[in-house]
């Protein structure tokens, strides 16, 4: 097994968003059979699904890919893949490319919903304020007068309760 170590610090123009790429990755060859195992350490910058503020993301993906030589016949229009063939990548020559590998792991590590933080409160929809970081000044909601007839129904305690609220221990 040969180590390899791939950083690119500035990220790259294929992949905007990304920073700080570091790869930490293991060559194995088995005859003609190259396998590449290991972790790829980044820095990603986001928008928050919810309060659409931008945020840097660190994190890491392990990836393991498999590199085979080009055999006549490869890239035919009406060949069938198998689920295998998802896992292999073909190379020609004395050199392998490990960029495209990197960067297709890297883009399916991207959140599809990525949140600031896990108690993310997102934007009032009514104002349009985050709520991260100011109060809501919407007027409270006006009780549906549909609702009459049973709000005249509820206990005379004096409380009233909203046609949205449970009674008992539900």
């Known amino acids: 097994p040969s180590a ?6 500035g990220g790259s123009l294929d992949l905007p968003g990304f920073s700080d790429i570091h790869a930490h990755l293991m060559l194995e060859r088995n005859q003609e059979i190259i396998r590449v195992n290991g972790r790829i350490d980044y820095v990603c910058r986001l928008e928050c699904s919810r309060c659409l503020r931008t945020f840097r993301h660190r994190s890491w993906e392990q990836m393991e890919i498999f590199f085979r030589p080009r055999r006549p016949g490869d890239g035919a229009p009406k060949m069938e893949l198998k689920e295998d063939d998802l896992l292999v990548e073909i190379y020609q020559g004395n050199e392998l490319d490990l960029w495209p590998s990197i960067r297709e792991a ?3 590590a991207r959140p599809a919903k990525p949140l600031c933080r896990k108690d993310c409160r997102g934007i009032c929809e ?3 304020r985050d ?5 809501c000044i919407c007027p409270p909601p006006s009780l549906d007068s549909r609702w009459d007839a049973l709000r005249d129904l509820a206990p005379a305690s004096g409380t009233r309760r909203r046609p949205e609220e449970k009674q008992g221990g539900g």
């Open 106 to 108: 890297l883009e399916l």
């Open 131 to 135: 709520l991260n970081r100011q109060k």
């Open 4 to 9: 390899v170590q791939l950083s690119k610090p």
């Open 126 to 128: 009514g104002c349009g």
